[in-house]
């Protein structure tokens, strides 16, 4: 049998599932690989990527359930444009101190042609209700974080040690995406900071009731999540317009596994820099994954 024949005849047997697992892990290496050998971004872009953050996280915490409810803008929408929540149905620009009103018809009392102008019609304002000169109508913040050493001392480092606090009750369900990985490790409690800090959250204290409670809150969202009393999931939580949730379009890894390859202790027990030696050994397993599925699915992407 020729050597083409094998590797047909080897193909042929393995799973599509399988092949799709293939694919994951090869882009995710590669990624991860890209931002270890690109983590050496400059300093200033590093502090303006970070500062963009914290913007975005102190104006997003001004959109109040009470004052945002079923509302079809998201936060994250005006957020990003600069816009801090006053009121319901209004916000003003940080920068240049403009006001916009967002408030909608109720759905059931227009035609959806007007509901849908009305839309169209904030959002455009969204942008264009800035003044001219106002930085956020031309650069809006963005969350391509540069996931460097800044970024990780800066912003995440710190969200994992908010989980230090005593007696706290995490009960948090691992991601589909690393129930396989945790499986094969006996530190599962011990990586539960990593993943909830990677997916933005961070522990907090309130008073309720009279008795001190923790508080899971993303960063990205504001949303909110009282531990303690039922199983959190890290994942389903956050808003359904939560930043931390977007994929990569150019591999299709979400951003916070991007995070989590480069804050995780399991991950970074390798000390030592990414060389060439270790961007061919990805390289081909990316080629043999695209191999077997050119030959088995021509048509699958």
């Given at each position: 049998?020729s050597?083409?024949?094998?590797v047909?005849?080897?193909t042929a047997?393995i799973p599509?599932?399988?092949i799709r697992?293939?694919?994951r892990?090869?882009?995710?290496?590669?990624?991860?690989l890209?931002?270890?050998?690109s983590?050496n971004s400059?300093?200033k872009?590093?502090?303006?990527?970070?500062?963009s953050f914290?913007?975005?996280k102190q104006?997003?915490?001004?959109?109040?359930?009470?004052l945002?409810?079923g509302?079809?803008l998201?936060?994250?929408e005006l957020?990003?444009h600069?816009?801090?929540?006053?009121?319901?149905d209004?916000v003003?620009?940080?920068?240049c101190?403009q006001?916009?009103c967002?408030s909608l018809?109720?759905?059931?009392?227009?035609?959806i042609?007007?509901?849908?102008?009305?839309?169209?019609?904030?959002?455009?304002n969204?942008?264009?209700s800035?003044?001219l000169t106002c930085?956020?109508?031309s650069?809006p913040?963005e969350?391509k974080?540069d996931?460097?050493?800044?970024?990780?001392n800066?912003?995440v480092?710190?969200?994992?040690?908010t989980?230090n606090?005593?007696g706290?009750?995490?009960?948090?369900i691992?991601?589909?995406?690393?129930?396989?990985?945790?499986?094969?490790?006996?530190c599962?409690?011990?990586?539960?900071p990593?993943i909830g800090?990677?997916?933005g959250?961070s522990i907090?204290?309130?008073?309720?009731?009279g008795?001190?409670?923790?508080v899971a809150?993303?960063?990205?969202?504001a949303?909110?999540?009282?531990?303690?009393?039922a199983?959190?999931d890290p994942v389903?939580?956050h808003?359904?317009?939560c930043?931390?949730?977007?994929?990569?379009?150019d591999?299709g890894?979400?951003?916070?596994?991007l995070?989590y390859?480069?804050?995780?202790p399991v991950?970074?027990?390798?000390?030592?820099?990414?060389?060439?030696?270790?961007?061919e050994?990805?390289?081909?397993?990316?080629?043999?994954s695209?191999s077997?599925?050119?030959?088995e699915i021509p048509g699958d992407s």
């Open positions: 049998m050597a083409e024949a094998s047909s005849s080897t047997e599509l599932e399988k697992e293939m694919k892990k090869a882009c995710e290496k590669l990624s991860s890209i931002q270890a050998i983590s400059s300093p872009r590093s502090k303006a990527s970070v500062d914290f913007t975005y104006l997003v915490k001004s959109y109040k359930f009470e945002c409810a509302n079809e998201s936060p994250r957020a990003v600069g816009w801090e929540c006053k009121a319901r209004q003003q620009c940080i920068a101190k006001y916009l967002t018809p109720k759905i059931t009392s227009v035609d042609s007007v509901y849908n102008k009305c839309l169209k019609r904030i959002r455009h969204i942008i264009n800035h003044v930085i956020y109508r650069q913040l969350f974080h996931v460097d050493e800044h970024f990780l800066e912003i480092r710190p969200r994992v040690s989980y606090a005593e706290i009750k995490l009960s948090m691992i991601p589909d995406e690393l129930t396989s990985e945790t499986a094969q490790t006996k599962l409690q011990s990586r539960q990593f800090a990677s997916l959250w907090e204290t309130e008073k309720l009731g008795q001190k409670q923790y809150v993303c960063d990205y969202c949303r909110s999540f009282t531990l303690g009393y199983a959190f389903k939580t808003q359904r317009w930043p931390v949730l977007d994929v990569n379009p591999d890894i979400p951003v916070w596994k995070i390859n480069q804050v995780s991950r970074k027990q390798r000390t030592a820099p990414a060389t060439t030696r270790d961007v050994c990805a390289k081909r397993a990316l080629d043999r695209l077997v599925v050119s030959r």
